[in-house]
């Protein structure tokens, strides 16, 4: 069973751009879930979608968005970078979402925003 | 919402002790507490999770120990080895079903 698949791996940026990331979930999952990752931070919750609908979403300013397509892939965008955007941005399926149940996350996308 | 803080933020043991990291909760409506292990450039991995229908669960060489009233929960990794070492981070879910990360323990294990 393929795992979860995020692209671009790597990418650099230059502030006031805007950004799209892509996440694949693993087959028949139906919850993406979406994380930012800073060193002393953690990992930070964005938001959540479960069928197409987002289902739960963090603490993160109206600059950060996503949608899932029927397939259950994910994108999510960034718009108007900022320096303090630089993070790895890391997707995670589920089965059931809701915070339930195991997460299983891709190897993120590293985001530099000069 | 949920807010998780997680110490120590580094710890150094020696081959063979334990280790021990604490989490605090605040959120009382939370109800699921996973751990999660992310070696050096990997991605995070579930290693245990416990429910707050349980007070302690153990597989070989890791527990974790609930205490609902205190609303904390500790992670214990016992016999410690180098592949151990990497970041831990706790997790709970709370009331409005998100999943709330603490800020990771970087564990090494010194042979």
């Known amino acids: 069973k393929a795992g979860v698949t995020q692209t671009p791996r790597y990418l650099i940026k230059t502030r006031g751009q805007q950004v799209t990331l892509s996440c694949s979930p693993i087959s028949g999952h139906r919850s993406v879930s979406w994380y930012q990752q800073t060193p002393g931070q953690g990992l930070q919750f964005l938001f959540e979608?479960?069928?197409?609908?987002?289902?739960n979403k963090g603490n993160f300013p109206g600059r950060f968005s996503g949608r899932q397509f029927s397939n259950s892939r994910s994108e999510m965008n960034v718009s108007t970078l900022e320096l303090g955007d630089s993070a790895l941005y890391l997707c995670?399926?589920?089965?059931?979402?809701?915070?339930?149940?195991?997460?299983?996350f891709g190897e993120g996308s590293r985001l530099t925003v000069l | 919402g949920e807010n998780v803080e997680q110490h120590p933020s580094t710890l150094s043991v020696q081959e063979g002790d334990s280790a021990v990291i604490k989490c605090t909760y605040s959120d009382s409506a939370s109800n699921y507490f996973p751990w999660y292990k992310q070696e050096l450039g990997k991605r995070p991995q579930l290693i245990i999770d416990?429910?707050?229908?349980?007070g302690e669960k153990k597989d070989q060489r890791i527990a974790v120990t609930l205490n609902k009233t205190a609303k904390h929960f500790s992670l214990h990794i016992t016999e410690t080895q180098p592949e151990d070492s990497a970041v831990y981070f706790c997790?709970?879910?709370?009331?409005?079903?998100?999943?709330?990360f603490g800020t990771g323990t970087r564990l090494t294990v010194i042979p």
């Open positions: 995670a399926s589920s089965a059931s979402g809701g915070g339930t149940g195991e997460l299983f």
């Open positions: 416990i429910r707050s229908n349980v």
């Open positions: 979608y479960f069928s197409e609908t987002q289902r």
């Open positions: 997790a709970a879910r709370g009331g409005a079903n998100n999943l709330f």
